[in-house]
């Protein structure tokens, strides 16, 4: 799972951290591997729509953004996390948090905390086939009183994805390709507050899977880890749209990844600059599976 932007040290911080966990990531040899597995498939954690697997993770994430707000735009900066653990092989409750800092007007504080269940229902290995369900809370008034709503948000999701290895010889080429996609209502406890349907899907062409699994061109590390990426994010309410474009890439190793994007607005509604995502992530699962990324049950 992976649901996830004032000025001085803190986005330096931020950036420092993600920079450490990368490194380490990427002093790690090993082919790719991963959670979310469908035959030969591996779906990456992705950074704004979330993929359909579920594991024990860790993930940590930095964002910038410039939003419209009351006062006209503001620049907001992020640096959120989520640790998800499995209750089963099927089962995982996750756990997240967000510290925000924005300006016009200047607020920095914690988000509202939340917490997840997902739950694994389908896999198919041959048509590189998997969906999962799962229900996030925003426990309203957990956060600072600067940044948090006082109600709560319970998001109902449905997540999918579908590779493209099950594609005729003749497109042998596009087996690389993936798509992900997630959607749900947001429905609010608050008095008043406006409801709101999320979804969004992702675009993957995986090197990983064109070196392994259709011809190996003999790219050198790290190239050959690598899955460029389109995430489309999205949100309705009160019959406004808004939502980004996300291209970027992530490289992913079996024991986690590292992944950027940029976050370009559809709209003016959905901002007025481009922002930026920065994502490490780790794969308990792979790192320590007999003891920390070990099933409870």
Same mark, same amino acid.
């Given at each position: 799972?992976?649901?996830?932007?004032?000025?001085?040290?803190?986005?330096?911080?931020?950036?420092?951290?993600l920079s450490f966990a990368a490194t380490a990531l990427l002093l790690a040899p090993s082919?790719?591997?991963?959670?979310?597995?469908?035959?030969?498939?591996?779906?990456?954690?992705?950074?704004?729509?979330?993929?359909?697997?579920?594991?024990?993770?860790?993930?940590?994430?930095?964002?910038?953004?410039?939003?419209?707000?009351?006062?006209?735009?503001?620049?907001?900066?992020?640096?959120?996390?989520?640790y998800d653990k499995l209750i089963t092989a099927r089962l995982a409750l996750s756990v997240?948090?967000?510290?925000?800092?924005?300006?016009?007007?200047?607020?920095?504080?914690?988000?509202?905390?939340?917490? /997840?269940?997902?739950?694994?229902?389908?896999? #198919?290995?041959?048509?590189?086939?998997?969906?999962?369900?799962? *229900?996030? $809370?925003? %426990?309203?008034?957990?956060?600072?009183?600067?940044?948090?709503?006082?109600?709560?948000?319970?998001?109902?999701?449905?997540?999918v994805g579908k590779g493209m290895g099950d594609l005729p010889d003749a497109l042998a080429?596009?087996?690389?390709?993936?798509?992900?996609?997630?959607?749900?209502?947001?429905?609010?406890?608050?008095?008043?507050?406006?409801?709101?349907?999320?979804?969004?899907?992702?675009?993957?062409?995986?090197?990983?899977?064109?070196?392994?699994?259709?011809?190996?061109?003999?790219?050198?590390?790290?190239?050959?880890?690598?899955?460029?990426?389109?995430?489309?994010?999205?949100?309705?309410?009160?019959?406004?749209?808004?939502?980004?474009?996300?291209?970027?890439?992530?490289?992913?190793?079996?024991?986690?990844?590292? /992944?950027?994007?940029?976050?370009?607005?559809? #709209?003016?509604?959905?901002?007025?600059?481009?922002?930026?995502? *920065?994502? $490490?992530? %780790?794969?308990?699962?792979?790192?320590?599976?007999?003891?920390?990324?070990?099933?409870?049950?």
């Amino acid at each position: 799972m992976n649901n996830t932007s004032s000025h001085h040290g803190k986005p330096f911080c931020a950036v420092a951290t993600l920079s450490f966990a990368a490194t380490a990531l990427l002093l790690a040899p090993s082919p790719a591997a991963a959670h979310a597995i469908a035959g030969d498939r591996v779906f990456p954690s992705t950074l704004a729509v979330d993929d359909p697997g579920v594991g024990d993770e860790a993930n940590l994430e930095y964002g910038h953004v410039r939003a419209p707000g009351d006062n006209g735009d503001q620049s907001i900066n992020t640096f959120s996390f989520e640790y998800d653990k499995l209750i089963t092989a099927r089962l995982a409750l996750s756990v997240d948090g967000a510290y925000v800092m924005q300006n016009n007007p200047t607020a920095r504080g914690f988000d509202n905390f939340g917490v /997840g269940l997902k739950y694994l229902l389908y896999v #198919n290995a041959r048509h590189e086939f998997m969906t999962s369900v799962g *229900v996030h $809370a925003e %426990l309203g008034g957990t956060g600072s009183h600067a940044i948090a709503n006082s109600f709560s948000t319970i998001s109902p999701t449905i997540y999918v994805g579908k590779g493209m290895g099950d594609l005729p010889d003749a497109l042998a080429y596009l087996r690389p390709v993936a798509i992900t996609a997630e959607a749900g209502p947001s429905l609010t406890t608050g008095a008043g507050q406006p409801n709101s349907f999320d979804y969004g899907f992702t675009v993957q062409y995986s090197l990983p899977y064109l070196q392994q699994q259709v011809h190996d061109f003999g790219l050198p590390k790290p190239l050959s880890n690598i899955v460029p990426i389109v995430e489309v994010p999205l949100s309705r309410s009160q019959g406004q749209t808004t939502g980004t474009i996300n291209p970027g890439f992530i490289w992913i190793n079996r024991y986690g990844q590292f /992944g950027i994007e940029a976050q370009i607005p559809i #709209n003016s509604a959905s901002g007025s600059h481009v922002g930026i995502l *920065v994502q $490490a992530h %780790l794969f308990f699962d792979d790192i320590a599976p007999k003891t920390l990324g070990k099933p409870l049950f």
